[in-house]
């Protein structure tokens, strides 16, 4: 009987911490070409609003990074000067391939896209005054405000792993909002301030979780 009792615990405990603490399967890209047609791939479908095609075809299409990780790489390329989107491709592609990674990732979101704008600005060029154009481009504004909401919504179940805690994280970006959409401050305000204190809050939080 005694012999039998640790056989049935250690076997009891892989299965017991898999289902306490699920972990998604991460892939990483098999080369620079993948890399390549992988953001060339987003960059074409990126219609006013590349956030919910970047979060979908790195996090559940070809499963590149965990939706926590995402959000995390998402945070700083968002603080970072110059398109979050850019600065999100650079340092993947760095992280697998180097300088290489980088400038594969670069390309796959610039050259098929550039071909496509310079199309589309002779096209409007010569019809931009047509009332049925100008329309037909406010409305989709609606549908690239509704693609990031709804990138917003699909992220907001990370937070429940975050150090802040969901009730705190809820608050830290009601008042994001309020600034920037009611009080309309300017971006590098929220960005520096609210950042900052939120990184000082977790900072602590993550301090106080170790010292215990």
Request: proline share 5%; with cysteine.
């Amino acid at each position: 009987m005694q012999n039998s009792s640790p056989t049935s615990q250690t076997s009891k405990t892989p299965s017991a911490a898999s289902e306490a603490a699920p972990v998604q399967a991460v892939q990483a890209p098999r080369s620079c070409l993948d890399l390549f047609w992988a953001f060339n791939r987003l960059a074409l479908q990126g219609f006013g609003g590349v956030l919910a095609v970047v979060q979908r075809e790195m996090v559940e299409r070809r499963q590149w990074m965990t939706r926590d990780e995402f959000v995390e790489e998402w945070a700083v390329a968002q603080i970072m000067p110059g398109p979050n989107v850019v600065n999100l491709a650079i340092t993947f592609g760095q992280r697998h391939f180097g300088w290489r990674g980088s400038f594969a990732t670069l390309a796959g979101l610039f050259v098929a896209p550039l071909m496509v704008v310079l199309t589309l600005a002779v096209l409007y060029a010569q019809f931009s005054s047509h009332p049925e154009v100008s329309q037909g481009l406010r409305g989709m504004g609606a549908v690239a405000a509704g693609l990031i909401l709804a990138t917003g919504i699909k992220l907001i179940p990370a937070l429940k792993r975050n150090p802040l805690g969901v009730v705190l994280c809820g608050v830290i970006a009601s008042v994001t909002f309020v600034s920037v959409a009611l009080l309309r401050l300017p971006l590098v305000y929220a960005l520096f301030v609210l950042g900052g204190v939120s990184c000082f809050l977790a900072y602590r939080k993550l301090n106080l979780n170790l010292s215990s």
